[in-house]
């Protein structure tokens, strides 16, 4: 399963993390799960991103591959 970090200005100032992992692929995009670590608990929640959303995060920065 691939992983990617979410940049996030607010995650950032309160030292907390965000992940986004591809837990699936159509020919239209993916579907994924969106974990937000927080001190005491996690915000998990799965959802469908289109390729063209997903190829934007990319390229503008906003979500980076994590090395496996």
């Given at each position: 399963?691939?992983?990617?970090?979410?940049?996030?200005?607010?995650?950032?100032?309160?030292?907390?993390?965000?992940v986004l992992e591809l837990i699936g692929e159509t020919e239209g995009g993916?579907?994924?799960?969106?974990?937000?670590?927080?001190?005491?608990?996690?915000?998990?929640?799965?959802?469908?991103?289109?390729?063209?959303?997903?190829?934007?995060?990319?390229?503008?920065?906003?979500?980076?591959?994590?090395?496996?």
């Open positions: 399963m691939k992983q990617f970090a979410i940049k996030s200005e607010a995650a950032a100032l309160s030292g907390d993390s965000s993916f579907y994924v799960r969106i974990v937000h670590r927080h001190e005491d608990w996690d915000d998990v929640r799965e959802d469908f991103m289109s390729q063209e959303l997903f190829d934007t995060c990319l390229r503008t920065g906003y979500i980076a591959a994590l090395s496996a």
